[in-house]
Nanobody, 123 residues
Framework: QVQLVESGGGLVQAGGSLRLSCAAS????????MGWFRQAPGKEREFVAA????????YCADSVKGRFTISRDNAKNTVYLQMDSLKPEDTAVYYC????????????????WGQGTQVTVSS
């Protein structure tokens, strides 16, 4: 299990930007793929973005492609989610996850989760 702590959420107007960070407490951070998921009230948790162990491959949901960027800094044990051109429908709790299954798109692909950070986009 990897302990993950998200930060950077908040309230922003539509069209604005936020950068989420997720700090991991593990000596083997670079061995994990990292992902971001989100969950809005009354909805299932959904995939947002993922990045492989060295940052060489990234994956984004169609709904955020071109607006969100995932990146990682293995020296700092941190993964980021840069969110630009935010929309009200991006409002959700955002969760960071770590996994080593080799797959990236489903919650069950990840074994460790953070507590989540709220992102609210006002219209």
């Amino acid at each position: 299990q990897v302990q993950l702590v998200e930060s950077g959420g908040g309230l922003v107007q539509a069209g604005g930007s936020l950068r989420l960070s997720c700090a991991a407490s593990t000596r083997t951070f670079s061995s994990y793929a990292m992902g971001w998921f989100r969950q809005a009230p009354g909805k299932e948790r959904e995939f947002v973005a993922a990045i492989n162990w060295n940052g060489g491959s990234t994956y984004c949901a169609d709904s955020v492609k071109g607006r969100f960027t995932i990146s990682r800094d293995n020296a700092k044990n941190t993964v980021y989610l840069q969110m630009d051109s935010l929309k009200p429908e991006d409002t959700a709790v955002y969760y960071c996850a770590a996994g080593d299954s080799g797959s990236y798109y489903y919650p069950e692909d990840f074994g460790s989760w953070g507590q989540g950070t709220q992102v609210t986009v006002s219209s």
